[in-house]
């Protein structure tokens, strides 16, 4: 672990749509220098922060599995859970995904919802 460095991720805005795609570690060219082979990264998320900015409450659902995918059983954080006007919700853990793992999740509606996080990013 001591190799992992400390990454943040967003903030960034979450859609309506519940399929989108907001965290995934794969690098898409593992091409390296002559005679080193780079390997695909793997993320640690140790805090995940929702704030709603708006004068309602609003929903949110996160999911981890394939791309684009809200698959029943795969839920992780907040499956229709509700944040108040004007407030947020924190999530701590540890939750890892490797090259072929998505944080996927949306909000009941779109750009209501701001979306953070941090942890750490190694490689496998």
Known sequence: ??????????????????????I????????????????????????????????????FSLW???TGGNAAGTEVVGTGKS?????????YGQMRLDAADFLVGGASAGTSLTFSAEGEIGLA
């Open 1 to 22: 672990m001591a190799g992992n460095k400390i990454i943040r991720f967003g903030p960034v805005a979450m859609s309506a749509t519940l399929t989108t795609n907001i």
């Open 64 to 66: 981890l599995g394939a």
């Open 24 to 59: 995934n570690p794969a690098v898409t060219s593992l091409a390296g220098p002559v005679g080193f082979t780079m390997t695909q990264p793997y993320l640690i998320i140790r805090h995940i922060r929702i704030v709603n900015k708006t004068a309602g409450a609003v929903t």
């Open 83 to 91: 944040i108040a006007a004007n407030d947020a919700y924190d999530w």
